[in-house]
């Protein structure tokens, strides 16, 4: 018997037709904004309401799983949660415990802000934010009351205030402590500052103002551009894994305050609040640089940062792996400025660059003679790291030659100069990265096994960009941030299209990329003007990631765009030939045909007839064409009546 899948959005239309409240909410009319905006405001009829995104929640009781689009939820009880924060801040500490549920609650916001600009990608900037406070609200967390809110694109600027009822996180950090002095709601403030920071593509900081937890009526929270607000350290504090991990504020202008920008540069270095900056170790520049700042909040990146934190005290080999431009060499770094040998030397070196009779000596030094053009002597690397790093990037490009000897010098802790008759002891902490599988190069015979062993003790994987997407607009802040000093620009941020594009653009060259672009625009756009999609693009890149939209006409109408000339839209209205060569990763696709103009319901069944015959009846590969999961798939195939 087929498992069936029910959504909100069914039994809130059965509710309404049997004229009864369900799941403890009121039938009612068309949703209304909450509050009012300083802006030009919002209708309360504007997308997505409350309605459109129940559509996105679905209940499948037969395989045990709650949806709410793509992403897998699950019912918790509030207590469950409650225990689990107690638990929390009684066995490693207040501080630590809020700065834990705070990335927690940003990565959720993150998540529900790439929901809302994938299913509504031109949702008016006002829409999409209060879409922020609806989805809060049907998660069961929060109801938000709208005080305020206004953004400036051009300045870049967020300015809001919320007023926040029934808080599930007061109701438990009551229960379990009582009244206190200091505000409670931390996945909250996460959360809001992740949502509104992803969907703007800049660095938004909220703080709550006024608690229950500590003897308010209610909870009220405001939300401010980063270097807007005098003292962001806190705030900012609480969003890093890791002391050294620095989580950036928007650019810092030229008009921002002495005092407001050395505080946002200490909390840009990772600096906990309250501590001074300790001096830089030799060889680092003490002003912060793209280079010299790991960023981030997302899981992925917060989970290698706790393996980075566990291996830094230790002298135990370490091995990066992970794509090109992820950031080996930073995370590299890192681990030695935490390490007891952060006052040594740091030696790096890139194995691919080192032409293979010349291996040797650039490893291990080279003694006057030993060759022609050696008029002097000279150490090694390993020598030059005495008692403190040695960094080998992409080592899996060594020669076998060239593998053997490097194996020698890790066994025996002694190096010998090229033409010399003496061994020299070495004392260095040895660091490797890749780009490849050293595993599969192994098997093929590229890689001594022996050598792997010797490296493979302390692995850590570093993710690609995509998997980290929560963490674009903390990059993005951070990089313009950095270019505008570097390049004396005065840009303001970015425009939507551009936050858009960027959230849609594969990084197939992962960070090292997205710095790029950025710097790139950062150059391209004129002072005072926000970046535009053709100033990060204007390499030929293809931005976007083929997203459909449909633009609303009147109360039954709408046009079908597509975003891209190749992707989903193409695949959509290319015909099925085309459309199945690329499902099976076929080339040659031509760009998309003119928009096609049908009323909104008509042409959402065109879309899905379409794909399913693209796709041969397979919903699974359907879903994909049109950028949606299986489970929505499936709804809006039985929504329409497709396929009986």
């Not at 703080?207 to 405001?222: I, L, T, Y």
């Not at 962001?232 to 008009?255: C, H, I, K, R, W």
């Not at 050696?374 to 899996?396: K, N, Q, V, Y």
């Not at 693209?614 to 009546?641: D, P």
């Amino acid at each position: 018997m087929p498992k069936r899948r029910v959504s909100l959005a069914d039994l809130h239309r059965t509710a309404v037709g049997q004229g009864q409240a369900v799941l403890g909410t009121v039938s009612a009319p068309a949703p209304r904004a909450l509050g009012g905006f300083d802006t030009h405001g919002i209708s309360q009829h504007a997308h997505p309401t409350v309605a459109d995104i129940s559509e996105c929640l679905f209940f499948s009781p037969g395989d045990g799983r709650i949806w709410l689009q793509d992403q897998r939820m699950i019912l918790l009880h509030s207590e469950a949660l409650g225990s689990l924060r107690r638990e929390l801040i009684d066995s490693i500490g207040l501080d630590k415990a809020r700065g834990l549920l705070t990335r927690a609650g940003y990565v959720s916001g993150a998540r529900d802000a790439r929901l809302v600009r994938q299913q509504w990608p031109d949702a008016e900037p006002t829409a999409a934010a209060m879409a922020g406070t609806r989805l809060h609200a049907l998660e069961g967390v929060v109801q938000v009351e709208v005080v305020h809110a206004r953004y400036n694109a051009e300045l870049g600027d967020y300015d809001g205030e919320f007023i926040w009822h029934n808080s599930s996180e007061d109701d438990e950090h009551i229960a379990a402590y009582g009244v206190g002095g200091s505000p409670a709601c931390w996945m909250q403030v996460g959360y809001a500052t992740g949502y509104v920071s992803t969907l703007f593509g800049r660095m938004i900081v909220f703080r709550e103002e006024d608690c229950r937890s500590s003897g308010a009526a209610h909870c009220r929270v405001v939300g401010k551009s980063a270097h807007l607000w005098d003292d962001p350290e806190q705030d900012l504090f609480y969003l890093n894994a890791q002391d050294f991990v620095g989580t950036p504020p928007a650019s810092l202008p030229t008009s921002m305050p002495a005092g407001a920008q050395g505080k946002a540069r200490t909390t840009y270095l990772g600096v906990p609040p309250g501590k001074a900056a300790a001096s830089s170790p030799a060889g680092t520049a003490a002003e912060p640089t793209a280079h010299a700042t790991m960023v981030g909040a997302s899981s992925a990146f917060n989970a290698a940062c706790h393996m980075l934190q566990r291996v830094a005290p230790t002298a135990a080999t370490v091995l990066f792996t992970g794509e090109s431009g992820v950031g080996k060499e930073m995370f590299a770094s890192m681990l030695h400025r935490i390490s007891p040998r952060s006052s040594q030397p740091f030696v790096a070196i890139n194995c691919a660059a080192i032409p293979e009779t010349l291996v040797e000596s650039e490893l291990f030094g080279v003694e006057r003679g030993a060759y022609t053009g050696a008029g002097t002597s000279r150490p090694g690397r390993f020598e030059r790291a005495h008692g403190g790093t040695l960094f080998l990037d992409e080592i899996g490009t060594l020669s076998l030659v060239a593998q053997g000897k490097l194996l020698r010098a890790l066994q025996e802790g002694e190096v010998e100069r090229v033409g010399g008759t003496r061994t020299v002891r070495v004392d260095v902490r040895l660091v490797a990265a890749t780009n490849v599988d050293l595993r599969q190069a192994v098997r093929e015979g590229t890689f001594r096994e022996d050598l792997f062993y010797r490296l493979n003790v302390f692995p850590i994987h570093l993710p690609p960009l995509r998997d980290r997407r929560d963490d674009i607009p903390l990059l993005m802040s951070h990089f313009l941030a950095h270019y505008q000093r570097k390049h004396q620009r005065q840009v303001p941020g970015f425009s939507q299209a551009a936050v858009k594009a960027m959230f849609h653009y594969p990084f197939a060259g992962n960070i090292r990329e997205l710095q790029n672009l950025i710097e790139r625009a950062v150059i391209l756009a004129t002072d005072g003007e926000p970046i535009e999609p053709h100033h990060l693009f204007a390499g030929g890149e293809q931005s976007g990631g083929g997203v459909m939209s449909l633009h609303l006409q009147g109360n039954s109408g709408g046009t079908l765009h597509a975003q891209a000339a190749a992707g989903v839209g193409a695949a959509v209205k290319a015909p099925p030939a085309a459309a199945a060569a690329s499902a099976r990763g076929g080339a040659g696709l031509t760009p998309a045909a003119a928009p096609v103009v049908a009323p909104l319901h008509q042409a959402e069944e065109q879309m899905l007839r379409q794909a399913l015959q693209s796709a041969g009846g397979n919903v699974a590969l359907a879903g994909r064409l049109l950028g949606i999961s299986r489970a929505t798939m499936a709804y809006r195939v039985r929504k329409f009546g497709i396929g009986g």
